[in-house]
């Protein structure tokens, strides 16, 4: 088993494109969930078991170099697939008058919310990871019918770049957990 303590890299940085040029290069695909733990061990495509334990609060990004033998030009790199969003324009809401921008606004965030579904706000739009079928997500905004607003799905790495590592981690840290799994108590509790 091969250890990552720290990650050397990323295939996108300059140096490193040169360095894995005729390297054989071995994948650790994970989730997008995976991705933000900072200990986990997993095998790679390859078939190598790779144990992760990285400072706490980092995380992987897709590209990331753990492993490089220099000698034998051989490397693992981290795959990470990303869920499709749906991209939530507000540009609308500028043409509104203020006072019926802002009852829109409210119920949008009322329509993700109570959907429980995460949510980055970057300009004026709002970026919302796949939960559901693209069908259920699209009849949700389609029922609220929110004045002001379009949506439209992306490719999630499409988004990712948009994004700071911090909205990133917002947006699709917890997206494979967010459907579902919670409970909602009432009454009174002793």
């Known amino acids: 088993m091969d250890i990552v303590e720290k990650i050397l890299g990323n295939r996108a940085d300059t140096a490193w494109k040169a360095r894995l040029e005729g390297a054989t290069v071995d994948i650790l695909e994970l989730s997008q969930w995976d991705a933000q ?4 061990r997993k095998e790679t495509e390859g078939g190598r078991t790779v144990a992760v334990s990285l400072e706490r609060g980092a995380s992987l990004s897709d590209g990331d170099i753990l492993l490089y033998d220099e000698n034998a030009r051989e490397a693992v790199l981290c795959r990470i697939r990303l869920c499709p969003v749906m991209a939530v324009s507000m ?8 006072e019926e921008a802002l009852r829109a606004a409210v119920r949008l965030g009322h329509a993700l919310g109570n959907q429980h579904w ?24 389609d029922t609220h019918a929110v004045p002001g607003t379009s949506y439209a799905f992306l490719a999630g790495e499409e988004v990712r770049r948009l994004l700071d590592r911090e909205e990133a981690r917002l947006l699709f840290g917890g997206a494979e957990k967010a459907a579902g799994g919670h409970v909602h108590h009432h009454g009174v509790h002793a």
Do not use: S
């Open 91 to 98: 540009e609308g809401l500028r043409q509104l008058p203020p």
């Open 37 to 40: 733990k900072n200990r986990l």
């Open 118 to 141: 995460p949510a980055v706000v970057k300009g004026d739009c709002v970026y919302v990871p796949m939960t559901a079928d693209e069908k259920v997500m699209g009849a949700v905004m």
